[in-house]
């Protein structure tokens, strides 16, 4: 009997040798998303010392391309890429986070909890989810966009504008980000196209004025873009109507600046339902249609589908809150006071 025992124990211990067993981890937030709501949620879930993971694949998200942010209060200017690397430093301080680059592939309900599983097929487990994907860069979808695409076209006025010194270069777009990339460019380039669909800028008065000052940026309104063309770059654009008397406008480079798609597909997998405007549907607390799911940021449409830093940062501390109040109502954290402004 007692050999039959040490046989059993010690087969039992050469399997778990072969095919160990590995324990997931199991926090109480996991946050996805490296930008200025994820940082911000991290942040308040962290204070009130939930165990958080936060993840996402680009450190400092989209936030990092703007050049130059004049609407952070507090910062008369500041660049995105500096900002964005303040948040960082301040989310990760906290020992209560555990702080990831990598690319979560899947999110999935399992009973109560929720299961992660990264893109090398890792796995960690969580109680509440916090979506702050983002978004990405919306595409003309016109012939030659993706032929030349890093060949000429880019989507990043801010990134790419080096490139293109004493060239010529049409921005395409309305809004802050293209009014804000002509002026950038403009600074290098030779000529500059702001090119538009409508008849007005919808971009900040500040942003128009500062493109109005530049002697080499020529309006195209009530326009648009119709073929990008070239040979191993680009060359030319094609327009829907004659601009100083002809359909075609010679150009080095195009930068396509004409907003951004919320990065959904994750939390749509997940069962999260989307408004009108291709955000996730949320109510007052950033609540998902998925008990337990938050979102925050772009990818929210809780403020008014106005995308700023000052919303993503209100927003990751409203989710941070509101994943506190989730669990603590189910009894699965102490109820407190995080204390602080």
């Not at 964005?84 to 979560?104: G, N, P, W």
């Not at 600046?257 to 997940?270: C, M």
């Not at 940021?297 to 994943?323: K, L, M, P, R, W």
Request: charge should be negative; proline fraction near 2%; aromatic fraction near 10%.
């Amino acid at each position: 009997m007692v050999y039959a025992v040490w046989r059993e124990n010690e087969m039992l211990a050469a399997y778990c040798i072969l095919f160990p067993v590995y324990s997931v981890r199991m926090y109480d937030v996991a946050i996805i998303g490296l930008g200025c709501a994820g940082y911000t949620a991290a942040i308040y879930a962290a204070r009130y010392k939930l165990t958080t993971l936060l993840v996402g694949e680009l450190e400092g998200g989209t936030g990092i391309a703007a050049v130059e942010v004049g609407n952070w209060p507090g910062d008369i200017e500041i660049t995105g890429t500096e900002l964005m690397e303040r948040m960082r430093k301040h989310a990760v301080s906290f020992d209560a986070v555990t702080h990831k680059v990598a690319r979560i592939e899947k999110v999935e309900k399992e009973g109560e909890t929720f299961l992660l599983t990264f893109q090398n097929g890792e796995t960690a487990q969580a109680r509440t989810v916090i979506f702050a994907t983002g978004s990405k860069h919306r595409h003309l979808g016109v012939p030659g966009e993706e032929e030349y695409a890093g060949k000429g076209v880019s989507y990043c006025a801010t990134c790419d504008a080096f490139f293109y010194r004493g060239k010529t270069v049409a921005v395409i777009g309305g809004g802050d980000s293209a009014v804000e990339g002509a002026a950038i460019v403009a600074q290098v380039a030779k000529k500059v196209y702001l090119i538009h669909r409508r008849d007005a800028f919808r971009a900040e008065p500040y942003w128009v004025d500062r493109v109005k000052g530049r002697p080499n940026v020529e309006f195209v309104l009530s326009t648009n873009v119709t073929k990008i063309t070239g040979e191993q770059t680009v060359k030319a654009i094609e327009l829907n109507t004659p601009f100083n008397g002809s359909k075609e406008l010679s150009v080095d480079g195009v930068f396509v600046e004409i907003g951004a798609i919320p990065e959904t597909k994750l939390a749509a997998d997940l069962g999260c339902v989307l408004d009108d405007r291709g955000h996730l549907k949320v109510d007052s607390a950033l609540q998902t249609t998925v008990p337990g799911v938050f979102a925050a940021g772009d990818v929210s449409g809780g403020s008014n589908h106005f995308a700023q830093f000052a919303t993503a940062a209100g927003e990751g501390a409203i989710v941070g809150n509101s994943a506190f109040n989730y669990l603590s109502n189910r009894g699965e954290v102490a109820g407190g006071s995080m204390g602080g402004g």
